[in-house]
């Protein structure tokens, strides 16, 4: 059995991105506790927080513009942020990415 979280960017012609794109993560049962702890280990770094609460959410937006609960945090924190998201979904044995887009200017 298997856990897939699924989320979606949708395309934006003024910024020049005309793609509708899904993508997710999938993740084995036997590898979802492995998996949520080091996500927490990250959580409590950020937030000091293992809460699991909107103020605690990964959101790749708001950590890269430095928005909501990232807003006035240094880049570098932030980029050391998505440098330790990065290292958890590159862990490819236990998780794996899927995406699909959809150019909507073919539709």
């Known amino acids: 059995m298997y856990v ?8 934006n ?11 997710g ?4 049962m036997s590898h979802i506790a492995e998996v949520e702890a080091l996500m927490t ?11 699991l609460i909107p ?3 990964f959101h790749a937006s ?4 430095g928005k909501g609960v990232y807003k006035g945090m240094a880049m ?9 998201l990065g290292e958890v979904l590159n862990l490819r044995d236990k998780i794996k990415l899927v995406y699909a887009c959809i150019n909507t ?3």
């Open 62 to 65: 708001h950590i890269y513009f």
């Open 55 to 57: 103020e605690t959410e």
């Open 105 to 107: 200017d073919k539709l």
């Open 13 to 23: 012609p003024g910024q020049g991105r005309h793609c509708y794109i899904v993508g």
């Open 41 to 51: 280990q990250i959580s409590v770094e950020t937030f000091e927080s293992a809460d």
């Open 76 to 84: 570098e924190r932030r980029l050391e942020i998505f440098r330790k």
């Open 4 to 11: 897939a979280y699924f989320d979606e960017v949708k395309p």
């Open 25 to 28: 993560v999938v993740i084995k």
